[in-house]
């Protein structure tokens, strides 16, 4: 991704006004037109993915016929041809349209102050329809995702709001997106906290919520309010149950693994490979992903919804079910290495769900009275392969929990999604976004990183109170007796109404130069006091204060006026240097 | 106040600024208005167009798969009826029908795993209960496919419930007819009988399939119920004519099977049955001739009970001339023929019917003992051997 030229793309507004001005002359502008926009891009994001499905639907019905099956020679060159047009198109019109779309969010988000341009919004509906549609094994979650964030990022330019508001559209258009086309809020914003922003941030939450929110209500307004399966029910009869979803944890987490790695190990090489071949790759995996829809197994190609309803619904043989997830491993591990336009999120789903109904249809053939439905091992399936190979543990749980709108599936779902969770990260410590970052030459923060982060807080540098403590209506005399005794560089004074002053002994000697011996020190001493600092506050709030006072006392929250011990500079910094 | 402190704070021209950017921000989103309007438009337009086309192509590869699937084509309807799915997700009846192709087409496991799916989203289906039965049916798994069954009566049936019940009922019938289980059969025969509404060609069927559970008497029942309506149906007469028979009711079968070979339709039955029919009619009458019945006068009635016994007492000697070492059973019987007066005079018969009535049962018994020492009888012995088994129900109506 180019940085983009933002100054270029500076509308009428901020020509004649500066945001200096702005924030003068309307300093709550940004803030109102925030929350108005947030739903605006929720509803643009909603129909822009309605149609981005939809064109996916045609394209699909236009080139690969509305059944495709194997042994039409159509899945050998559709795929192939599609493939030539968009690495062409990629190449030469729309370079930013590679790729899934959310790394190139994250860019935005962290690179370039929520710049996505519109010709990019433009390339990427264009490229991942035609992929997609014509084959590619590839889902539309991820390009809607960045089509949602890039409607925001145009919007939010247009209104001239401050750089800092603009860099923060970028999540919101993408949790507008992710949740018209899953058709489920919840995930969709927890995957953009997960994933994206990496943390809770409550300046952001709301407009989230508000524009996935909007998005959904468009997405259901055409699509209906059914989740994107037809969901059987799900089950847990029996507690020993738990034994096969653990089973199936255990097997996505390999699953995972395995995916990651043809990933990691294919797309570089792809990438490093002359620049001639760019135009070539995505024709050249168009055909062996055609290749294996010919031969045999059509179900790989596209996102595979469809097939994931059938699996759900026990269409499958446990055998088949296994050797479709296998090839939609390698298939989708051609696709998206060859740089063509498209998500993850479906194949992830798919292989999940293939996965998990082969373990259920297995153990329902050779233990009938130990397993539940299919459809429940294929739904938990999905969220085990969503934790092991996307990483995103909470967005996965509550993944199947919203498209199931089932709560009596949380246990399996949470021990089979944490066995493969960790799983995965115990074998492949780097996630597959951040590999993607890496061999794209970015240093983009890792979200699991930032999630796992041990925030240092004020209670890890406190010391007790080696100081001397002078109540205020001492005299001067006093207090300097007090503080020559212990040879205290710094000591605190208690003040009538329970504040704190934190005095220097050339303070005190100041003072004493100037004011009688008898003087109550509270007389002497400036207006300002000591902040009220607790404990469980982060280290690094107190660092402001340390160029005006030479130590802080820490206060306990129980007993107003308790002091729980102090913190110097010196403290600080050297719990700091500890990490 | 904080509001108004800060518009008193900005000067005329910051003022002017601020109303202009209000009306540019408000020209922005009534822009942005217009643009989600159109868009809305054009989805809808889009999406609607879509709609209807997967309507249509749901329609199209469902009639293509349920033509495959009458064809006996359950390969080409189970891509069919997949394609017709992807299109319909919803629609039930396609997912049963595509199960029962991936039944019909062999693919016994994933017709099952199907069904299994689709009963766990509807528990109570007595269609998919039908399905899984006869899945299991086919697997061998003979407890599995009766419990089904059970469920499939007591299930859920769309609309005609009353009429699928029975059907149902029938089928469970027949399985156990098949599995040799005739009184769990008969039972279930019994059911649908007391429940089924006066109909000719349910009573025939019902009929035939007691008679296969071996229960001649209400299967003659409902053969006569049949016989009830007009025209007379061919195979109510026949099934009448060969229950009675079986139950050793001559005389009525001797009516029954001559009305079924007066009966037009009676030349459309295959040879071998007409052939089959027309012995049984011959041995009936023969029956008839041969039975000394209560309805006689005395003297023919005693001259039947002579022949009977020359016939019994020859078939007798010649059993035992085949005999090197006479088993006791013949040899109990030759000495209660020893005990009957060699020379017998039809009117000492005619006067003493106790005696009549000693001879008759001892020419049953002899046929009955000889058939088993010395092999099927032939000719008149057979016939009375056909007496000996229930005498008492030859002329009964």
């Known amino acids: 991704?180019?940085?983009?030229?933002?100054?270029?793309?500076?509308?009428?507004?901020?020509?004649i006004l500066t945001q200096v001005q702005l924030e003068k002359i309307a300093p709550t502008r940004d803030e109102r037109l925030f929350l108005v926009l947030s739903i605006f891009i929720g509803v643009l994001s909603g129909l822009l993915v309605v149609s981005f499905r939809v064109a996916i639907e045609w394209i699909k019905i236009l080139t690969l016929g509305s059944a495709p099956h194997a042994g039409q020679f159509r899945l050998l060159f559709v795929p192939a041809i599609a493939g030539l047009i968009v690495a062409a198109l990629v190449q030469l019109a729309f370079p930013a349209a590679r790729g899934s779309g959310v790394n190139q969010t994250k860019a935005a988000l962290y690179i370039y102050n929520g710049f996505i341009s519109f010709k990019t919004v433009i390339g990427k509906f264009i490229t991942s329809a035609l992929a997609i549609g014509s084959g590619h094994s590839l889902g539309p979650e991820d390009p809607s995702l960045q089509i949602g964030a890039g409607v925001a990022s145009i919007v939010a330019r247009r209104l001239n709001l401050s750089r800092q508001r603009l860099r923060l559209f970028a999540p919101i258009g993408a949790a507008a997106g992710l949740a018209a086309a899953f058709n489920a809020p919840i995930s969709a914003i927890l995957f953009v906290i997960e994933e994206v922003i990496g943390r809770w941030s409550a300046a952001v939450l709301g407009s989230v919520v508000l524009s996935a929110i909007s998005s959904v209500v468009v997405a259901r307004w055409f699509w209906g309010s059914e989740p994107i399966f037809r969901i059987p029910t799900v089950t847990l009869r029996d507690p020993r149950e738990l034994i096969a979803y653990a089973v199936l944890g255990i097997v996505g987490g390999f699953a995972a693994l395995v995916f990651s790695k043809a990933l990691g190990?294919?797309?570089?090489?792809?990438?490093?490979?002359?620049?001639?071949?760019q135009y070539c790759q995505s024709g050249v995996a168009g055909l062996l992903v055609g290749m294996i829809g010919f031969f045999g197994f059509p179900q790989v190609m596209g996102p595979g919804y469809e097939v994931i309803d059938q699996a759900m619904h026990g269409q499958f043989a446990w055998k088949l079910l296994l050797v479709l997830a296998l090839l939609k491993i390698l298939a989708t591990t051609l696709s998206f290495s060859s740089g063509t336009?498209?998500?993850?999120?479906?194949?992830?789903?798919?292989?999940?769900?293939?996965?998990?109904?082969s373990v259920g249809s297995f153990e329902k053939l050779f233990f009938p009275h130990l397993t539940g439905t299919v459809g429940s091992y294929a739904l938990v399936g999905m969220g085990v392969l969503f934790a092991g190979f996307l990483r995103a543990p909470l967005t996965s749980v509550f993944m199947v929990l919203e498209v199931s709108g089932n709560y009596s599936i949380i246990l399996p779902v949470i021990l089979a999604n944490m066995i493969a969770?960790?799983?995965?990260?115990?074998?492949?410590?780097?996630?597959?976004?951040?590999?993607?970052?890496?061999?794209?030459?970015?240093?983009?923060?890792?979200?699991?990183?930032?999630?796992?982060?041990?925030?240092?807080?004020?209670?890890?540098?406190?010391?007790?109170?080696?100081?001397?403590?002078?109540?205020?209506?001492?005299?001067?005399?006093?207090?300097?007796?007090?503080?020559?005794?212990?040879?205290?560089?710094?000591?605190?004074?208690?003040?009538?109404?329970?504040?704190?002053?934190?005095?220097?002994?050339?303070?005190?000697?100041?003072f004493s130069a100037t004011l009688t011996p008898e003087t109550p020190i509270e007389q002497a001493l400036p207006p300002e006091r000591l902040p009220i600092l607790f404990p469980d506050l982060p280290l690094d709030s107190a660092l402001p204060y340390f160029p005006r006072w030479p130590l802080l006392p820490i206060m306990n929250r129980a007993t107003k006026g308790t002091i729980e011990g102090i913190v110097t500079l010196e403290d600080v910094l050297q719990r700091y240097h500890k990490i | 106040m904080s509001v108004l402190q800060l518009r008193s704070a900005l000067t005329p021209e910051e003022r002017q600024q601020k109303q202009k950017l209000i009306i540019r921000d408000s020209l922005a989103l009534l822009s942005l208005f217009a643009i989600v309007v159109v868009l809305f438009f054009i989805t809808l337009f889009l999406f609607h167009s879509f709609s209807v086309h997967r309507q249509e192509l749901a329609q199209r590869w469902r009639t293509r798969g349920e033509g495959a699937l009458r064809a006996g084509k359950p390969m080409a309807a189970i891509d069919a009826l997949r394609s017709a799915l992807a299109y319909a997700p919803d629609d039930e009846n396609l997912q049963i029908e595509l199960a029962e192709a991936l039944a019909a087409a062999g693919r016994t496991q994933e017709a099952v795993a199907y069904f299994n799916t689709l009963l766990d989203s509807r528990p109570g289906s007595g269609m998919i209960n039908l399905q899984l039965a006869r899945l299991a049916a086919k697997q061998g798994e003979?407890?599995?496919?009766?419990?089904y069954y059970e469920t499939a009566l007591d299930g859920t049936w769309e609309g005609d419930g009353y009429i699928r019940r029975r059907e149902v009922r029938l089928e469970l019938a027949?399985?156990?007819?098949?599995?040799?289980?005739?009184?769990?059969?008969?039972?279930?025969?019994?059911?649908?009988?007391?429940?089924?509404?006066?109909?000719?060609?349910?009573?025939?069927?019902?009929?035939?399939?007691?008679?296969?559970?071996?229960?001649?008497?209400?299967?003659?029942?409902?053969?006569?119920?049949?016989?009830?309506?007009?025209?007379?149906?061919?195979?109510?007469?026949?099934?009448?004519g060969r229950t009675t028979y079986a139950l050793g009711r001559y005389l009525p079968a001797k009516d029954f099977l001559e009305r079924a070979l007066n009966h037009p339709d009676f030349e459309k039955e295959p040879a071998d049955l007409q052939l089959q029919y027309r012995d049984m009619l011959s041995d009936a009458d023969h029956i008839l001739l041969l039975y000394p019945g209560p309805d006689l006068n005395v003297r023919d009635r005693a001259e039947r009970i002579l022949a009977n016994r020359n016939t019994a007492q020859d078939r007798l000697t010649s059993c035992l001339s085949t005999k090197t070492v006479i088993p006791p059973e013949l040899q109990a019987l030759n000495n209660q023929w020893q005990q009957i007066p060699a020379t017998l005079r039809r009117l000492q018969l005619e006067q003493d019917p106790e005696l009549e009535q000693k001879i008759m049962q001892l020419v049953y018994q002899t046929e009955e003992v000889t058939s088993q020492q010395c092999g099927t009888p032939t000719?008149?012995?057979?016939?009375?051997?056909?007496?000996?088994?229930a005498p008492e129900a030859v002329e009964q109506r």
């Open chain 1, 1 to 15: 991704m180019t940085v983009p030229p933002v100054q270029e793309t500076e509308t009428a507004p901020q020509r």
């Open chain 1, 341 to 357: 336009p498209g998500g993850m999120f479906a194949p992830t789903l798919f292989i999940g769900a293939m996965l998990g109904a």
């Open chain 2, 142 to 147: 003979e407890a599995a496919a009766l419990e």
């Open chain 2, 174 to 240: 027949q399985y156990l007819i098949e599995r040799k289980r005739y009184d769990q059969a008969r039972n279930q025969l019994l059911i649908a009988a007391g429940n089924a509404p006066d109909d000719a060609g349910l009573e025939i069927t019902m009929a035939a399939l007691l008679e296969k559970a071996q229960d001649p008497g209400n299967a003659l029942h409902l053969y006569k119920k049949a016989i009830q309506h007009r025209p007379v149906r061919i195979d109510a007469l026949l099934g009448a």
């Open chain 1, 421 to 510: 969770y960790l799983l995965s990260r115990g074998l492949q410590p780097v996630p597959i976004f951040e590999v993607f970052t890496h061999q794209d030459g970015l240093a983009l923060p890792s979200m699991e990183e930032v999630r796992e982060e041990s925030e240092l807080h004020l209670e890890d540098a406190l010391i007790p109170v080696q100081v001397p403590i002078v109540k205020g209506s001492q005299s001067i005399a006093n207090a300097g007796e007090i503080v020559a005794a212990t040879q205290a560089k710094a000591f605190l004074v208690s003040l009538w109404d329970g504040s704190w002053y934190a005095m220097t002994t050339g303070e005190l000697m100041s």
């Open chain 1, 265 to 277: 190990y294919l797309r570089p090489r792809l990438r490093a490979m002359p620049k001639w071949t």
């Open chain 2, 379 to 389: 000719g008149n012995d057979a016939l009375l051997l056909k007496i000996a088994k």
